[in-house]
């Protein structure tokens, strides 16, 4: 999308297959589409008014009217393409197509619903819904990528939120798409390929439309030490499943924790293996006398113990499985044989969770905390205790130290802040 001070346009498609929305001074700032057809003399212009103008009485843009009026540019499009003969559009891979593909169940990237996916899934029908699903990949230059990210920008901004991570989000995902289709060589490698520092380049338009007076810092909501110990006591009341997945897995990723089965726990050497995906990486994790109770106690007299009693030590089952528990809240919860197939319990689920344990332990619920709340609390009070760097990898299941120092911990420790403000003091000879 180009947009002027002067003249608001848009422009779906590319040339010569091209729809332009424009604002047309003559007609008191009406829109008008604009493409080129086939006519008995020849390919020729042909204006169509949408009988609506864009700008309130200040001169600004109405949001909901701009929508309005990128979505009918986009179906004029669409209209204009299904009017050409097949065998010229055939080649050139849609947006749309190419979500098709990548989520086919036999040969796509993403054959399953899962919560990456359906990220991808939000960012390209955000790209749809804003140049078209017949846009083509082959037609997606770096000026365009530039343009959606800065529209996603202030869309969010004007919606209350901070702007940079979703706009960020948004375009990877695309660009995630783009790269594999590329890689499936069924768009050319020269088709929507960013600049080399787009995502700098984000940051730099970020600062420009927010005029920030810095970088942007993300938000890192923290739990106090007194706070996660407290969410740690009242998790059993919640759910007994919550109980032990945070009793394992409080200081881990709770993605991988949640995926655990019982061959992950080894009673014996009293250790629980959190398995490596992608490129988070595993670990071995040696249990407490606390841990190791919370996890006798499940399998005794807990809510795992019918399970275990039926499975034997020969099969395998999930740890923490999704479906309803028999017995429920209200009486013994336990897990029975049609829980040895069953999925394990989902982010939302751990979410509702959460905040019902924040509830139960007078806490107020936070935003962007949860169960990340925790993880960095714990990396606050292990760097305090004075952990080593190879301890602090193992203590969050981390590939080297870089992210907990730089991400987890609290930048803005205040034994830090004390120590360099009574420094500063001797200094300056102020004792």
């Not at 003399?41 to 309130?56: E, F």
Request: one cysteine or more.
């Amino acid at each position: 999308m180009t947009v002027s001070t002067a003249v608001w346009t848009y422009t779906a498609g590319q040339v010569p297959y091209a729809v332009t929305a424009y604002e047309r001074a003559t007609k008191g700032n009406v829109v008008y589409l604009r493409w080129r057809a086939t006519t008995k003399k020849g390919r020729n212009w042909v204006h169509k008014s949408l009988k609506t103008a864009l700008r309130d009485a200040a001169g600004r843009i109405d949001k909901a009217k701009e929508r309005l009026v990128v979505e009918e540019t986009n179906r004029q499009l669409a209209r204009l393409l299904g009017e050409l003969p097949k065998a010229e559009v055939a080649t050139r891979l849609t947006l749309n197509d190419g979500w098709v593909r990548i989520s086919d169940r036999k040969v796509g990237k993403y054959p399953t619903n899962t919560p990456h996916r359906r990220e991808v899934e939000r960012a390209l029908r955000y790209t749809m819904a804003v140049w078209g699903a017949d846009r083509p990949w082959d037609s997606i230059k770096k000026a365009d990528l530039r343009s959606l990210w800065r529209r996603r920008i202030e869309e969010l901004t004007g919606e209350g939120d901070r702007g940079l991570r979703g706009a960020e989000v948004t375009i990877a995902r695309l660009l995630g798409v783009a790269g594999w289709l590329r890689d499936e060589e069924l768009v050319p490698a020269t088709a929507c390929v960013p600049s080399r520092h787009w995502k700098r380049e984000l940051a730099d338009d970020w600062r420009t439309i927010t005029e920030s007076r810095g970088d942007y810092e993300p938000a890192r909501p923290r739990h106090t030490l007194d706070e996660m110990q407290a969410i740690l006591r009242v998790a059993p009341q919640v759910d007994p499943r919550f109980g032990l997945i945070l009793a394992l897995g409080a200081e881990l990723r709770p993605g991988q924790v949640l995926r655990a089965m019982r061959s992950d726990l080894d009673l014996e050497k009293g250790t629980f293996t959190v398995r490596a995906k992608g490129r988070k990486r595993g670990v071995v994790e040696y249990l407490t006398k606390g841990q190791l109770a919370a996890v006798r106690e499940a399998f005794t007299n807990g809510y795992l113990r019918l399970i275990a009693y039926s499975a034997g030590p020969a099969i395998d089952f999930p740890l923490f499985p999704a479906t309803q528990l028999i017995g429920g809240r209200s009486g013994d919860p336990r897990a029975e044989m049609r829980h040895l197939s069953a999925k394990p319990v989902n982010r939302r689920t751990l979410q509702a969770w959460f905040k019902e344990a924040e509830t139960l332990a007078k806490i107020t619920h936070q935003p962007g905390r949860s169960t990340y709340g925790l993880r960095r609390a714990a990396v606050d009070a292990a760097k305090d205790l004075g952990i080593s760097r190879e301890g602090l990898k193992e203590h969050g299941g981390w590939t080297d130290s870089q992210m907990p120092d730089q991400v987890y911990a609290d930048q803005e420790s205040e034994k830090a802040r004390e120590e360099a403000r009574d420094v500063r003091a001797k200094i300056r000879g102020e004792e």
